[in-house]
Nanobody, 123 residues
Framework: QVQLVESGGGLVQAGGSLRLSCLASGSIVSINGMGWYRQAPGKQRELVAAITSSGITNYNDSVKGRFTISRVNAKNTVYLQMSSLKPEDTAVYYC?????????????????WGQGTQVTVSS
């Protein structure tokens, strides 16, 4: 059983900062790409930022220069440092991971999602 658990969301004023964390737990052998997505009401889920196991990052143009994704492989954890937040950043933020797990004598590679954490930026 694998779980991704996010934390760190909340309410913040425009211009403020938040740090999201996502911990992957369970029978994990290795984690490849990890990322953060967000979904605002009435909109499709979109990629915010992603990071490979070697630390290569990719950002949505709307957050470049304001958000930073990082990970600690030894802790199976990915972070999203969000600064200069804007009201349009308001959304549910989801953690995502491609990981290899071991179960019942077999190895599996699957994609997993966290349950989401709400980020609300007031103007």
């Amino acid at each position: 059983q694998v779980q991704l658990v996010e934390s760190g969301g909340g309410l913040v004023q425009a211009g403020g900062s938040l740090r999201l964390s996502c911990l992957a737990s369970g029978s994990i052998v290795s984690i490849n790409g990890m990322g953060w997505y967000r979904q605002a009401p009435g909109k499709q889920r979109e990629l915010v930022a992603a990071i490979t196991s070697s630390g290569i990052t990719n950002y949505n143009d709307s957050v470049k220069g304001r958000f930073t994704i990082s990970r600690v492989n030894a802790k199976n954890t990915v972070y999203l440092q969000m600064s200069s937040l804007k009201p349009e950043d308001t959304a549910v933020y989801y953690c995502n991971a491609d990981l290899r797990r071991y179960s019942g004598g077999y190895y599996y590679t699957n994609n997993y999602w966290g349950q989401g954490t709400q980020v609300t930026v007031s103007s």
